[in-house]
């Protein structure tokens, strides 16, 4: 019997920064993988292959023996190197990548498909103008930035091994867990045991992890309108009913809480309520934990961006009245420190600590044990407090350099919703345009400008915009406000 | 009308580090809240209070304007300090902390606090025994770690202040997508773009994403018995059934796919299969794609671990045959750096990219942006590739030193399942005694133990074990293996 030797076909690039061996073994492999090489086919005799493709015996060797290895090729003592005979089914290769037909998708994936695109971060950004107004962004350049890469770097150069080992602490790093309980005492006046708090990727995560607890299919999660509508976002995914409730002044409209039936769960942000700025007063506060404690429901408290109170004091979070255990806190350090740290927390009432770590076990591995030490002794060392106390006069300064521009450059043109703390204005514009039609306009100029009208529910007003002005100084507030006064129109 | 001034019972501390107004502030407070002061009550004027507690009128002041600021006190001109009237609710105080009587908690929920015992991570570490052959320990004496510190102390010194800005690109840093998409090609075979990496929280948080896009309630999912049993529950936890499906010594019997009706997704370790170390040859990995190419099925590839083939290179990751776009790739850094990284990625294909992008965005923010550039360097620079070359070899002796020794030592008494690859051994035991007192009796010799029980699903075998060999030399191995010898019986 005369065995017939397959042809192949095997383009070598002698510059290429691919090995040979590695280009022979893709060469052959695909050739297989496509069905121009067939099971059984035997290969030309190395001592022919290597003179043809002249390279030498043991480079092709070297490939020959991998795709044995993995099951592509039987060398036969004697006799040669043959196509696996047992390779019997081809991948279909017709629709490369394009999935199969229909595809098992759950409700989730469901409902993220049909999520409308704004609420996409898209993997580009785009130039941003001159002069941005957003509310998102504190005072970069303020942070202690040589005095943290020192910190980080001392941390990870730590000798002691078992750092670098297995964290079993599903609740994060304990030096952490006690830093910011100190941090919640001394600013947002809540005291808490390190054993209540839970590291989490940053606000998001937090959220994501009590939706995940407190939700089911049906049920009914009560929000500020407007609010933080990303978290909406959250809510529906598991399955829930975002039910609105108007805010006011004074945050949510506690005494209509009554007319929502099912609620279980209700998400504010008492201390400074994004975006209108309002803060609850301690009446409303009561009321609202006397309406939890009735109807057995949870309380989100988002603290988010709360430390920046221009008077006194910023008044104390909602948990630290709560005496029922129906209070959990979402914070984060994003705000405080700067935005791409990723670092999140909950504060969680003792009798749902272990639920919430388990969910939070579950929901993937802790940061890095290195970050969350640099940030512990970022703490502990003093320079986050007398970062957020900086940022404070500083931010106040901003504020009110842009309110008196405002109402300088604008006049009757401008109402200021609110002025009261945090980094950013509340302010709605009388123009013949509208609010597209507005940052449209600014934007040519080169101000970014971001409108409130996703944030609203059910109907937004007309032209109000976020103004932020942490992260610009005087004179651009003040060029930014006077390029608004020629586009407002 | 004589208004009646309240009795006030403020203990102070001249000694303690709380400021004096900070004390007066919250004994007040505490009074009104519980009710021993009541709505409309009449503090005592000033110029007394300040005199009776031996302190400053401005430090007084500085309490009552707070109380006031926050809604307990109204200050009326000229005639003091009164509770505010308006303070109607007073918190239930019988039951501190207890939680509400019938929390509202999801289905989701309700399956976490069922979970046993054995899936808890303690919050507190015991003290280790003197020789622990865990296997999820790598050789971490082993690792670069003056590289990684002054590279990460670099990357967070970094002066381009966008750095520290909000990031948009829910996928991760673009250029640790470009260094992980360079690191599969080179140890896994697998070709991809930067737009089909996902930066993960740990390899749990990918197999959280995947089971949350692809498992609804009473889907099915066939997993590998044994196997890695957290993923289990991660797919519980999203209201699927597990099946399983027995492993050889070639991995998942792919052939008994055919008895499972309607799962679609498979959850497989082709490269080094945990716990047995079983390696799916090209036949059966291709008998698989097929399977989920019929369908439309999702493939879930867990390769954690599986750079440390003996032989040749590592067999490519199964994601490397797929031309139908339905394998999933799940991947990690914190074997091949160190375990409390806290890194993890996926690898999705084109068409299911922006599905897994929204749901990884929705899951929490992104990590620090400082860590994930740091690894990306620490990857450029060929920190890693060395690191990882070097260890295979490490690896490699440090098992065969172990086998050898179990062989000398226990002879009979001790089966070796598994030697092929990685960084663990599995082993079974004859003994009179079982899983748990062998590992008892070990533990009393200063030898940590991992039974291989908790990772069966259907029945678990008689005193098989775990070995882990990475972090520990030559000598500890000789010395752990003879401490066995005495106490297997």
Known sequence: MVLK???????????????????????????????????????????????????????????????????????????????????????????????????????????????????????????????????????????????????????????????????????????????????????????????QVIITMGLNQGLNIAASLHLRNGSSVVVEDPGYSFAWSIFRGHGANVVPISVDAQGLRVDWLADTRNAKLVYVMPAHQFPTGGVMPLTRRLELLEWARRKNAIILEDDYDSEYQDHGKPIPALMSLDTNGCVVYAGSLNQLMFPSLGLGFLLVPPHMVGLYTRARQYAGEQLSVHLQRAIAEFIQEGHLDRHIKRLRGLYSERRNVLVQALVENLGGKCGIVNTGAGVFVLARFKSKFNDEEIMERAKKQGVGLVSSRSFYLVRAPRNEFILGTANLDEEQILEGVARLAKIIG
């Not at 510059?15 to 695909?30: C, D, K, M, P």
């Not at 039987?74 to 290769?93: D, F, H, M, W």
């Not at 996409?120 to 202690?144: N, V």
Request: net charge negative.
């Open 5 to 195: 030797t397959a042809k192949v076909n095997i383009q070598l690039d002698k510059e290429s920064a691919v090995s040979l061996s590695q280009q022979i073994y893709e060469s052959l492999r695909n050739q297989i993988l496509s069905g121009d090489l067939k099971p059984g086919d035997r290969l030309p005799a190395a001592r022919n292959l290597s003179k043809s493709l002249d390279i030498s015996r043991p480079t092709l060797a070297t490939s020959l023996e991998q795709l044995e290895l993995e099951g592509y090729l039987e060398i036969r003592q004697g006799s040669g190197a043959y196509v696996c005979s047992t390779l019997k089914q081809k991948p279909n290769r017709d629709k490369e990548g394009q999935g199969p037909a229909k595809l098992p998708i759950s409700e989730y994936g469901e409902f993220l498909e049909a999520l409308p695109e704004q609420h996409e971060t898209g993997t580009t950004q785009q130039a941003e103008p001159e002069i941005c107004f957003y509310p998102w962004r504190p005072a970069l350049d303020q942070f202690p930035l040589e005095e943290w890469a020192r910190i980080l770097g001392r941390q990870a150069r730590n000798s002691d091994l078992s750092v670098l080992d297995y964290v079993f602490q599903a609740q994060g790093d304990q030096w952490l867990r006690e830093e910011i309980c100190g941090m919640v005492a001394r600013f947002r006046g809540v005291k808490c045991t390190p054993e």
